[in-house]
C-alpha cells in the first residue's frame, strides 16, 4: 500500500520501520530535514520536506494516489487539518490522526466525518488504560488481552526463589495447577519458542497464555503474593498521568501526583478533585519519603525523561515498594532495560503502533483480518488474535491433523464464553476466535496465512 507517515518524530519513526518493514511504500513528512535524512538512510522511503497540512506538500507527497495517510505530528491542530485537507483531495484515503488533548476527545467523537477520520489514536490515554490493567494484578510485568477480556498473555520473571526456577514446562501445569501454556521465553536477550522439555531458568522472561478466570489461581499457586492497590503514587504530572488519575479515581483507589511545574499542579488540583497533587521533584528522596513512598502499594514513574523514571524506579524497588511501573519513550536498548529491572515498562509509541499496525493489515484483508495485535518478547514475538470465518480453511480439523508454518504457535481458542488452551484434538469452528504467537520473518496479514 501507499502510506504517507506526516510527522517523523518518535511514533512516525517507529511506524516508518515497521510498515516499510512489511513492504509497504512510505513517504514521509516532515518540516526538520535533517530527521527526513537520517529516515531516508536507515529505511527505503520517499521523503517531503514542508508542513503536512499544507494541500501544496500533500499533493507532492502524492496524497491522490495513498492509501492511507498518518497525522502524527506533536500539534493536535495540524494532525487535524492534515487529515481534513488530505482527505478533501482524496475521498477514498483513510486517515488516522494522533489526538493527545483531552478536551478536544468529545468533539473529535461527535466531528470524526466532519474531519475525514478514520480512527484516532492517543498513546497517552492507550497507556494509561495499559497502566491500569497491570494495577489490577501486580503479580504481572505486563498483560495483553484479547478475545473480549476472556483471554490474557501475561508476562513473568522467574527469580531464584520462583516455583518455576529449574522446572521443565512439560511439569509447569502440575505446579500453577491451571491450564496455561508458555508460548515464549526471553533468555538473554533473545526470544525462545519453547517445547515440553525446555527447562526454565533464573532470569528467563516467559510469556504465559491463560483464560482470564485461571490468573488469579495462576498467582497464587506460584506463591506470588498480591494484594488489592489502594494507593499509588504517580511522578510527573502529564497526561498519562492525568488519564492514569481519572481511571483509579473511579476505582476508589487513593492517587498521589508529584510535579515540579507549579501551573500544572493547579491544572491538575482542579480537573482531578480527589487527587492529592504535590508540588515537588520526584527524584527528591526526602519528598518520597515524607510521603510515605514505603507504604505506596504502586509507584508509576511517568515524567517527561526516560532517565529520571529509570531513577525513580530504580529508588521505588530499593525502597520495596511492590508494585512498579516504568514509562519510557524509547526502548532501543531493550536488554539494558532489562538488566535494570525497572519492573513493569510501558511505551506508549509502541501500544499506539501496535495499533496502527492491526488497521493496515485489516485494510489489506478484509475477510480473516487481525481483530487485535499485541509486539510480545521485546518485539520479537508478535500474539495476533483472528475471528475465524466462512474463508478460514481447516474448520473442525483436530489440530493435530493441520500442519502450521514454522514458528507459528496456536496459543488458545475461544468458543462463545468459553476459552481453552488447545491440544491436539482440539479444533475450531466459526465464530471462533483464535490466538496464534508468531516468531517467524514473515508477516501475518490474516488467518489463513498461519497454515502451512
Known sequence: MNIIIAGDGQVGSTLTRLLSAEGHD????????????????????????????????????GVKDADLLIAATNADEINLLCCTTAHGLNKKLHTIARIRNPEYTEQIYTMQDVFGLSMVINPEKQAAQEIERLLKYPGFLKRDSFAKGRTEIVELRVDAS???????????NSIVKCRVLVCAVLRGGNAIAPGGNFVLREGDRIFVTAPTENLATLLRNLGIITRRVRRVVLCGGGRVSFYVASLLEKNGIAVQIIEHDYDRCMELAEDLPDTNVIHGDSTDQ??????????????????????????????????????????LNRMENRSMVDALGLGSVICPKELCSNTIARYVRAMQNQSGAAVSLHAIADGQAEAIEFLVDEHTRNCNIPLKDIKLKPNVLLVSITHGSKTEIPGGLSSFRKGDTIVVVTSGRGTIRQLNDIFA
Do not use: W
Open 26 to 61: 512510505v513517504t514521509l513528512i516532515d518540516t526538520n530535514s535533517r530527521v527526513l535524512e537520517s529516515s531516508q538512510e536507515s529505511f527505503d522511503v520517499m521523503s517531503v520536506h514542508g508542513n503536512c497540512a499544507s494541500m501544496e506538500v500533500l499533493l507532492q507527497a
Open 286 to 327: 526526602s519528598l518520597l519519603e515524607s510521603e510515605g513512598l514505603a507504604d505506596t502499594d504502586a509507584l508509576v514513574s511517568l515524567t517527561g525523561l526516560d532517565e529520571l523514571n529509570m531513577i525513580i524506579s530504580l529508588y521505588g524497588q530499593s525502597r520495596g515498594v511492590p508494585q512498579v511501573i516504568t514509562k
Open 162 to 172: 520462583s516455583k518455576l526456577c529449574n522446572v521443565a514446562l512439560i511439569d509447569m
